[in-house]
Every structure is written in structure tokens, then in C-alpha cells.
T-cell receptor
Framework: GENVEQHPSTLSVQEGDSAVIKCTYS??????FPWYKQELGKGPQLIID?????GEKKDQRIAVTLNKTAKHFSLHITETQPEDSAVYFC????????????FGAGTQVVVTP | SAVISQKPSRDICQRGTSLTIQCQVD?????MFWYRQQPGQSLTLIAT?????????ESGFVIDKFPISRPNLTFSTLTVSNMSPEDSSIYLC?????????????FGPGTRLTVL
């Protein structure tokens, strides 16, 4: 089955700097890659996603890139703010297992003022 | 997106008892899922809740331990049966919704279960 690895496990950045989280996946049939933000005591919130027919997607300060050949995808947060502090999860799924998300282990992001 | 609610939001239960968690969505959805998030860990899919038929369980999860109901397209329940302290986790329901021509998955707020 699919295996998703996520790095780093923790990431401390100064406010205003950029944060990058990287994930790799094992199943070349995976074609959907969402990113979730989970704040303490809350459920995961979908922040951005990318599909295999796209190499990059951007939404304000957040961007995601996908390299299908290398089977890795990354989340980029620019101009970080204290409210970006949370746990971020990457995930992957494929068409014949629609909706079954395989999650990475998560990255604890701390943005210090 | 959809508004997803779960009841209870948290509970503390005794070993050997069972707890039923409810998930309500504000619109009809085809696919609903149940996940478990153990303390400080990632999310693991328990099962897909199928409307009108038995749930589809992932490897390592069985119906006797986690019976699921899906009576209609807006509601599902997950029961954690014969609980032990190892069942202490956050249980999350999610729904798959078609938006802007693509499917996206949204999560409820979770049910925080502590088993003593």
C-alpha cells in the first residue's frame, strides 16, 4: 500500500521567514495530494491540494509543488505569521481508492515573533 | 465546504464500556469516513461508512470492535466497543465533497476519548 513520509517533524521559524515541509510517497498511482493544518484541539483543516496533472499551485502565502517523477511534494509558506503555528499533515490518495487518504506523520510548525 | 459536527466532543470512559460517536453533515454526501488519531500521532483510516450497506474496514480494524452505521447521506455513527486504555484517541469523521469540479475531503472537529 501507499506509504507517505514527511519531514521535518518539527520546524521553528522566525516570523516573516519561509517554511518548507517535504513529503515523499511510494505508490506511483497516487494522484491527489492534500495538505491539512491542525490547530490544538481542532480537526484538520484543508489548506491546499494538488493533483497529478499540475506541478505547482499557489494560494496567497501558501504554495505546493509536486514532482511525480521523484514522487515527492512540498508545502511552502511564505511570510510566516504566529497564526501559522500548528501541525501540518500531507496526504496522498489514488483514483481507485477514492477518499482513502494516507497521511504523513505531521510537522509541528512554531512561528516565533 | 460542509459543516460537520460530532458528538460528543470529548468523553472519559471506563474500561470495558462502549461509546457511540455521532457525525452530522449539513448537506448530503456520498462518502463518509472515520479516522483515528492517537495522542501526538497522525491520522489512520478506520473505515469507509457506506450508506445502505456495511462499512468497509481497513486492515487492522474490525466490525466487532468499531461497528459503524450510515442510515442516510447526512449522518453516521462509530461505536468503540469494549474499550481499553489503548483506545484513547481522537476519533474524526470526514466527508468527501465535490467542489469546483474536484473532490475534496473535510474533517469534523473530532471526539477526544480517554479510557481509564
Amino acid at each position: 500500500g501507499e506509504n507517505v513520509e514527511q519531514h521535518p517533524s518539527t520546524l521553528s521559524v522566525q516570523e516573516g521567514d519561509s517554511a518548507v515541509i517535504k513529503c515523499t510517497y511510494s505508490d506511483s498511482a497516487s494522484n491527489y495530494f492534500p495538505w491539512y493544518k491542525q490547530e490544538l484541539g481542532k480537526g484538520p483543516q484543508l489548506i491546499i491540494d494538488i493533483r497529478s496533472n499540475v506541478g505547482e499551485k499557489k494560494d496567497q502565502r501558501i504554495a505546493v509543488t509536486l514532482n511525480k517523477t521523484a514522487k515527492h511534494f512540498s508545502l511552502h509558506i511564505t511570510e510566516t505569521q504566529p497564526e501559522d503555528s500548528a501541525v501540518y499533515f500531507c496526504a496522498a490518495s489514488k483514483g481507485d481508492s477514492w477518499g482513502k487518504l494516507q497521511f504523513g506523520a505531521g510537522t509541528q510548525v512554531v512561528v516565533t515573533p | 465546504s460542509a459543516v460537520i459536527s460530532q458528538k460528543p466532543s470529548r468523553d472519559i470512559c471506563q474500561r470495558g464500556t462502549s461509546l457511540t460517536i455521532q457525525c452530522q453533515v449539513d448537506s448530503q454526501v456520498t462518502m463518509m469516513f472515520w479516522y483515528r488519531q492517537q495522542p501526538g500521532q497522525s491520522l489512520t483510516l478506520i473505515a469507509t461508512a457506506n450508506q445502505g450497506s456495511e462499512a468497509t474496514y481497513e486492515s487492522g480494524f474490525v466490525i466487532d470492535k468499531f461497528p459503524i452505521s450510515r442510515p442516510n447521506l447526512t449522518f453516521s455513527t462509530l461505536t468503540v466497543s469494549n474499550m481499553s486504555p489503548e483506545d484513547s484517541s481522537i476519533y474524526l469523521c470526514s466527508v468527501d465533497i465535490s467542489r469546483r469540479g474536484s473532490n475534496e475531503q473535510f474533517f469534523g472537529p473530532g471526539t477526544r476519548l480517554t479510557v481509564l
